[in-house]
């Protein structure tokens, strides 16, 4: 699922980039094969809290660092602040697209904290249920975003040169990305949390991403400190997230991004909430070539969920 500035491409597919808070991430893919990745710093303030601060030193950035390793100017987009809004809802069965999209999007004016003429709407059927009268309910993922917010997004991009084709939620990336990579099975839902520049958690069954918020936790030295943050956050997203219609229980948690590598975090986790955790690999089970000197592969998970979401 992704914002209607998708369009569907052929040849060299577009490059996933993550505007992460403290860094740039770029990464192009052929098919389940990483050919580019590469990132760089990004100066405090211009991208804050998931959003854009100041789109035209972003955009000096991003002109910088294309022409620098020489990138496609193609580029998908990843989002994720408290501009974005994630629900799931449910709606009886309707055959007809146009009134499917009409229910669809007076159910979402009810549960979603802002004016719909002020956002862009996307949604995704991703199952279907019994009501206890025996009719059918249609289960569906609905995207709301802020269109201002977005427009300074692709002000920065467009003003860099850059052509962007699609805009797609950092958590959807992130789960597309890591599912693949799963090898302990599905017994119920997994709660995926991205350690960067802007700390990101999915809650997703298979990949399918039923919840998403962006948290606060601020990363510390200190391991024991930030395990307990996390924690607190992470136990309330879970229970925020149970509270959505049948909503399946949580069997783990699966960590990524630079913060996941600090020792000992994934373990005080797994202590503090009962519930294994486990560290991504950060690219899944996707194929790469040597990554160019001094790159760190846990700033790529976003950017190639991104790359590989164009396909998708």
Excluded at 166 to 181: C, K, N, P, T, Y
């Amino acid at each position: 699922m992704a914002f209607s500035l998708r369009k569907s491409s052929s040849g060299t597919g577009p490059v996933g980039l993550d505007l992460d808070g403290s860094y740039l991430a770029a990464v192009q893919a052929d098919g389940q094969t990483v050919s580019r990745a590469v990132s760089t710093e990004l100066a405090p303030g211009i991208v804050s809290d998931g959003e854009v601060g100041n789109p035209a030193a972003l955009s000096e950035a991003l002109k910088q660092f294309f022409k620098a390793h020489g990138l496609s100017r193609r580029v998908r987009l990843g989002i994720s602040n408290q501009q974005v809004v994630v629900r799931l809802i449910e709606i009886p069965l309707i055959d007809d697209p146009k009134d499917r999209a009409t229910a669809i999007r007076f159910q979402a004016a009810e549960g979603i904290p802002m004016p719909l003429e002020e956002a862009t709407l996307d949604y995704q059927v991703v199952g279907d249920s019994t009501a206890p009268d025996g009719t059918t309910q249609l289960r569906v993922i609905v995207v709301a975003a802020r269109e201002a917010m977005i427009a300074k997004y692709l002000e920065a991009v467009r003003g860099a040169g850059l052509k962007p084709e699609g805009i797609d939620l950092d958590a959807f990336a992130l789960v597309r990305m890591l599912a693949s990579a799963d090898e302990m099975g599905y017994d119920g839902a997994r709660v995926y949390c991205h350690l960067g520049g802007i700390t990101n958690l999915a809650i997703a069954l298979g990949t399918s991403c039923l919840f998403t918020r962006p948290l606060s936790t601020a990363w510390h030295d200190d391991v024991d400190h930030t395990a307990a943050a996390l924690a607190e956050e992470i136990r309330l997203s879970i229970d925020y997230y149970l509270d959505q219609p049948d909503a399946p229980r949580v069997a783990d948690v699966l960590l990524s991004g630079p913060g996941s590598k600090a020792e000992g975090l994934a373990d005080q986790l797994s202590m503090l909430m009962d519930l294994p955790v486990a560290v991504a690999e950060p690219l899944g089970r996707m194929t790469t070539g040597e990554l160019p000197e001094g790159e760190d592969p846990t700033r790529h998970t976003v950017a190639a969920g991104l790359a590989i979401g164009a396909a998708a």
